[in-house]
Nanobody, 126 residues
Framework: QVQLVESGGGLVQAGGSLRLSCAASGLTFSRYAMGWFRQAPGKAREFVAHITQSGNSIYSEDFVKGRFTISRDNAKNTVYLQMNSLTPEDTAVYYC???????????????????WGQGTQVTVSS
């Protein structure tokens, strides 16, 4: 079965960096676009970034532009989220997701994705 396993979360001070990874198995990774979402306590899950199947196109929400970068390594079946200049407002559970669809935009809804990981906690202290 399909599994997406996130790692790399943790506690970091404001201004610090983290690199999240999401390892995929049970699917042909290169045929799936990948996304990162986050969910803070009491809030809805929100789109962070999306990368197409080839990795040639990426889309990020305004609030992370210039700070977060999504990338993928199809040889390793892994997608990454490099997060720099973190603020307490970035505190959330971060989820990776996979979609077989062809999407070329940001702000994608959760329903656009077929598979989800269990999430990894990111906590940014002030």
């Amino acid at each position: 079965q399909v599994q997406l396993v996130e790692s790399g979360g943790g506690l970091v001070q404001a201004g610090g960096s983290l690199r999240l990874s999401c390892a995929a198995s049970g699917l042909t990774f290169s045929r799936y676009a990948m996304g990162w979402f986050r969910q803070a306590p009491g809030k809805a899950r929100e789109f962070v970034a999306h990368i197409t199947q080839s990795g040639n196109s990426i889309y990020s929400e305004d609030f992370v532009k210039g700070r977060f970068t999504i990338s993928r390594d199809n040889a390793k079946n892994t997608v990454y989220l490099q997060m720099n200049s973190l603020t307490p407002e970035d505190t959330a559970v971060y989820y990776c997701a996979a979609t077989a669809g062809l999407y070329y935009s940001r702000s994608l809804p959760t329903g656009a994705y077929d598979y989800w990981g269990q999430g990894t906690q990111v906590t940014v202290s002030s």
